[in-house]
């Protein structure tokens, strides 16, 4: 409707609005109907509308837009379509930061000029400024790495790693470990099963996430001996089928209490084994992207493993040092060494999340 008048501009933007919010309600209830965990992406949130309309014209667009069950309340109607969305990821135009990919030419949806977009990337920037959960994806790598941060973005607050994310992790001494009370964290269990005929070269794995004695996700995991490791998510019955012949004999089942939460947009992991050692796992959208630690939680990093750490042998060592925590003392000096996890030796694995 550009170049339209007013009256029709309005007009059209509310019946759009209308059609988007009953598209959106339509798809969460088909989400919500199949009982299991999904994930809406919406293209444009209904917000955006705002930075193509004068200020003082938005909420009376907002309520008409939203219809009886805002009562009559404007300012509640705008605020509305901003706070319905979970979680907001505003990508920058290209022609902030990346002007060299910005061309009208092939693109039928881009009708602005490069200055004309800034100014609207800056008022849905504005449109958006109160959303609790805002991140901004800039254009300060390729087109690839940007949406391997948008991917990062959305996994980190759904609280599951990214498949594209690169990870880092940290050994982490339990006795300088001290977690603040006023950190959000959330806590999960995770219970790894290392399937028979499992070896240091080639390995399965079901992975269990539990939380609050409920099971979130069912993983199955294989390592080939080349180091490729492939994952997909399973039912409860197809994992009841893959562990009806037991762990591996070398490595028993064994489970991790896992701490999640959120630093200056990094998504933090503290998985912890029952040793003196817990396990930091750190997502970043690349292997050289800064990450910023609280302050808290420096003092008790040891060290970071190498990037092809390995949970196949973290686990033998921790049925090691079981082992020789519950031997007998007069067997104890022949009993095998446990291995620090904090020393293992870098190797591939299977299920290392």
Request: aromatic share 8%.
């Amino acid at each position: 409707p550009a170049g339209q008048a007013v009256e029709y501009m309005v007009g059209w933007e509310v019946q759009r609005l209308k059609f988007q919010l009953a598209m959106e309600d339509t798809f969460a209830g088909i989400a919500k109907a199949s009982r299991r965990p999904t994930v809406l992406l919406c293209d444009r949130g209904a917000g955006d509308a705002a930075a193509y309309h004068p200020p003082e014209q938005w909420p009376a667009l907002a309520l008409a837009a939203v219809g009886p069950k805002a009562n009559g309340d404007a300012q509640w109607a705008a605020k509305m379509l901003v706070d319905r969305y979970d979680l907001v990821l505003h990508l920058v135009s290209a022609a902030i930061g990346a002007e060299e990919h910005y061309e009208k030419s092939g693109n039928s949806a881009r009708r602005e000029t490069a200055e004309e977009a800034i100014q609207v990337d800056h008022n849905i920037m504005k449109a958006w400024d109160q959303h609790h959960a805002r991140r901004v994806i800039d254009n300060s790598t390729d087109f690839a790495g940007k949406i391997r941060r948008v991917i990062t973005a959305i996994c980190s607050h759904l609280g599951v790693l990214s498949p594209t994310g690169f990870r880092h992790r940290f050994a982490i001494h339990r006795s300088d470990l001290h977690i603040p009370e006023d950190v959000k964290c959330e806590e999960f269990t995770v219970k790894y099963t290392f399937l028979p005929g499992s070896t240091e070269a080639l390995n399965t794995c079901v992975r269990e996430r539990l939380q609050k004695g409920t099971t979130r996700s069912i993983t199955y995991a294989r390592k080939e001996p080349n180091g490729k490791i492939t994952e997909r998510a399973i039912s409860s019955r197809e994992a009841k089928a893959l562990l009806r012949e037991g762990a591996c004999p070398e490595v028993p089942a064994f489970t991790r209490v896992r701490r999640a939460f959120i630093h200056a947009d990094h998504y933090f992991e503290l998985d912890d084994q029952d040793n003196d050692t817990q396990i930091l796992q750190v997502e970043a959208s690349s292997k050289d992207q800064h990450l910023t630690f609280p302050d808290w939680l420096s003092p008790a990093i040891i060290k970071e493993f190498p990037s092809n750490y390995d949970l196949f042998r973290v686990a033998k060592a921790l049925a090691a040092e079981k082992a020789k925590a519950t031997a007998p003392a007069s067997s104890a000096s022949t009993s095998p060494a446990a291995v620090e996890v904090s020393t293992l030796p870098p190797s591939n694995s299977a299920a290392a999340k």
